[in-house]
Every structure is written in structure tokens, then in C-alpha cells.
């Protein structure tokens, strides 16, 4: 990193390469009843893992997006993490390790966000697993309904439905379900979410500095959890204007009946403060309320981020009796924690 770089993009390091395997490390060092790390393989695990007779799921992708992956690892979610480097996929190597170190002889799920080096690698890790007798099942999340293809992906991307399928199949598979039965409540899950993002500012990468320029009253409409553009860049609008095309997109591809519950998941990208999270849930309640939907349940707050980028994302899931029913049971992770 230059003297330049230093001086106009500030972060807490010490060599940017070091920056993932030093955060694993925190990251077990902070919770050491809840998860164990691989630092070898870049690999979050369960503390109690393989857990025997249960379906194991594991998931992962770049880092930078904090709490996701590492941070969902625990009882009722994840039961692995893989963390490649920053806006990276991890290898096929470390999926194959994170599948077996899980596998407790009931299969395997792979949750994989819809993006080209992420399904390449688990596809291959999952082949591999084949090999050596595991059941392998791959579960794709493709929410995103801001574009249809990106820089990064063919077809939509994989964004805050992650979270969501993570929790609900986590505690499918917490109460038993069969490898089957997972994998169709995370499918389910992925069916019945969708979900759109705004961003105001870029990120900037350790030692790479922004990824996009865009102007002090610009916001990038559409955009991706890496950056990605999305369907325009406009001069930035009140929140109201902004929740209220976000929510009319989302919901007209989702089409939900009227009368419907959902779950409404207000996610920051990283650099937007809890207060304006709260405006921006608070109007998008107004959007649900016009069109005949309650949110039900709710999430806010900081889990599927881009590092520090100033942004929201909101996800829209129909449920159903299951879907809340397994929504409300027990998680214990880093990030994610009720009744446990």
C-alpha cells in the first residue's frame, strides 16, 4: 500500500495480505464456545463438529462481507464456513476440507450464492466429496432481482435470501430433517425471497483502495454486494422514493398474495448506521401495508455486508407456518442469537 493509499483509505491493519487468516483468528479467539478455526484451510467450524446423524451445511465465499459466512457458524445455522480472500471465492480445496470435517454420516448441504467462482468451486469440492462416499446436496441462492446477469454471475446474484435460507435450514436440520428435507426448506426459502440493493458509496479493498468511483450525490441503484452496478446511477433521492421503488420491484417479481406474512430483512452494506436502517425499515412497512402484507418478522442490521460500503439491501420471504416456525427456533452463532 502506498503512503497515498494510506493516507486517504484508513483501516485497522497490519499487512493487508494477513487480513483474513488474522480476522479467522479473532474471530475464534472472541468466541471459543461457539466455533473453532482452520486456519490452514481459511475454515470456520462448528465447535461440536461433525455432529453425528445430522445434516451438516456449510457455505462460503469471499470475505468482506462479514458477519456472513464465519459469522452464522454455530448451533441452528452453519456448521462451516469457507472464507476466501476479500471479493474472492475460496478453492475447492477448502470446501472439500470444510465438507469433510462436517460430514457426520447424514450428508452434506452446500448453500452457494449465484456467482460464477463460487458455483465452479463448490460444484468441484461437492464432486470430490462424491468421491470419498460423502452425500453432497448444493443449494443456489439467486434473490437478487436488480439484474438478471452482472459482472460477476449468469443469471441473478445470491445476496440477503443467504441469511435467511441459512438460519431456516439450519434449524431443519437442527431438528432432525432428513438431507432431502433440508435441502427442499432451503430451496423453498430461496423461492419464496427476493431482494434489491442500494449503495451510496464504494468500498475499498485492503491495500487496493475504492472499487468504484461515484459522485458525493450519487447512489448506485441495483448495486451488488462486491460493488457491481446495477440498473442505473442516479442523483440520490429521500428515503421514502428509494424504499418505495426497491419494495415495488421486489414485490412485483415475487408476487406475494395479498393478505400474506412476510419477513422483511433490512441489511446494511457495511458503512449505514442503524438509525437510517430504521428509516428505511420503517418506510418499507408503509409499502407492505399498501399492498395487503405484515411483516410478521424482522431482521435489521449489518449481516451480509461490502466491507464499509454506505448501503441497504432489503429482502422480502413469504412464510408459511414452516418457514416461521423454524425462523422462531433456537440459533447460537457469532452474529445470529434467540432463545439459545
Given at each position: 500500500m502506498s503512503v497515498t493509499e494510506q493516507q486517504t483509505v484508513k483501516k485497522f491493519l497490519n499487512n493487508p495480505e494477513d487480513t483474513v487468516p488474522e480476522s479467522l483468528a479473532g474471530l475464534g479467539a472472541?468466541?471459543?464456545?461457539?466455533?473453532?478455526?482452520?486456519?490452514?484451510?481459511?475454515?470456520?467450524?462448528?465447535?461440536?463438529?461433525?455432529?453425528?446423524?445430522?445434516?451438516?451445511?456449510?457455505?462460503?465465499?469471499g470475505s468482506g462481507h462479514e458477519p456472513l459466512h464465519g459469522g452464522f457458524v454455530g448451533v441452528g445455522m452453519l456448521d462451516a464456513a469457507c472464507a476466501?480472500?476479500?471479493?474472492?471465492?475460496?478453492?475447492?480445496?477448502?470446501?472439500?476440507?470444510?465438507?469433510?470435517?462436517?460430514?457426520?454420516?447424514a450428508g452434506v448441504i452446500h448453500v452457494v450464492k449465484n456467482?460464477?467462482?463460487?458455483?465452479?468451486?463448490?460444484k468441484l469440492a461437492a464432486e470430490e466429496a462424491a468421491d470419498?462416499?460423502?452425500q453432497v446436496e448444493s443449494v443456489i441462492t439467486n434473490d437478487d432481482v436488480a439484474v438478471e446477469d452482472s459482472l460477476y454471475t449468469a443469471g441473478r446474484r445470491g445476496t440477503g435470501a443467504t441469511v435467511l435460507l441459512e438460519?431456516?435450514?439450519?434449524?431443519?436440520?437442527?431438528?432432525?430433517?432428513?438431507?432431502?428435507?433440508?435441502?427442499?426448506?432451503?430451496?423453498?426459502?430461496?423461492?419464496?425471497?427476493?431482494?434489491?440493493?442500494?449503495?451510496?458509496?464504494?468500498?475499498?479493498?485492503?491495500?487496493?483502495?475504492?472499487?468504484?468511483?461515484?459522485?458525493?450525490?450519487?447512489?448506485?441503484?441495483?448495486?451488488?454486494?462486491?460493488?457491481?452496478?446495477?440498473?442505473?446511477?442516479?442523483?440520490?433521492r429521500s428515503a421514502s422514493e428509494i424504499v418505495a421503488e426497491m419494495a415495488d420491484v421486489i414485490l412485483t417479481d415475487l408476487e406475494p398474495a395479498s393478505g400474506?406474512?412476510?419477513?422483511?430483512?433490512?441489511?446494511?452494506?457495511?458503512?449505514?448506521?442503524l438509525i437510517e436502517l430504521y428509516v428505511i425499515y420503517n418506510e418499507l412497512t408503509k409499502q407492505?401495508?399498501?399492498?395487503?402484507?405484515?411483516?410478521?418478522?424482522?431482521?435489521?442490521?449489518?449481516?451480509?455486508?461490502?466491507?464499509?460500503?454506505?448501503?441497504?439491501?432489503i429482502?422480502?420471504?413469504?412464510?408459511?407456518?414452516?418457514?416461521?416456525?423454524?425462523?422462531?427456533?433456537?440459533?447460537?452463532?457469532?452474529?445470529?442469537?434467540?432463545k439459545a
Open positions: 472472541a468466541h471459543p464456545d461457539l466455533v473453532k478455526i482452520d486456519l490452514e484451510n481459511q475454515v470456520v467450524l462448528r465447535k461440536d463438529a461433525p455432529v453425528q446423524g445430522k445434516v451438516s451445511i456449510i457455505s462460503g465465499g476466501g480472500t476479500v471479493f474472492t471465492s475460496p478453492v475447492p480445496d477448502q470446501m472439500l476440507a470444510a465438507t469433510k470435517a462436517v460430514d457426520g454420516g456467482y460464477t467462482g463460487d458455483v465452479m468451486n463448490f470419498e462416499d460423502i438460519k431456516i435450514a439450519g434449524a431443519k436440520a437442527e431438528a432432525g430433517g432428513s438431507l432431502a428435507e433440508v435441502a427442499a426448506v432451503a430451496r423453498k426459502v430461496n423461492d419464496q425471497a427476493r431482494s434489491f440493493g442500494v449503495a451510496l458509496t464504494s468500498c475499498a479493498t485492503p491495500g487496493s483502495g475504492p472499487t468504484f468511483d461515484i459522485g458525493a450525490d450519487e447512489m448506485e441503484f441495483g448495486v451488488g454486494i462486491h460493488g457491481e452496478p446495477g440498473r442505473r446511477r442516479e442523483k440520490i400474506s406474512n412476510v419477513l422483511a430483512f433490512v441489511n446494511g452494506l457495511g458503512g449505514t448506521p407492505l401495508e399498501e399492498r395487503g402484507l405484515t411483516a410478521t418478522r424482522s431482521l435489521v442490521g449489518n449481516y451480509i455486508t461490502s466491507l464499509e460500503m454506505a448501503g441497504v439491501s429482502t422480502i420471504l413469504t412464510l408459511d407456518d414452516e418457514l416461521t416456525e423454524l425462523w422462531d427456533a433456537p440459533v447460537h452463532t457469532p452474529a445470529l442469537r434467540w
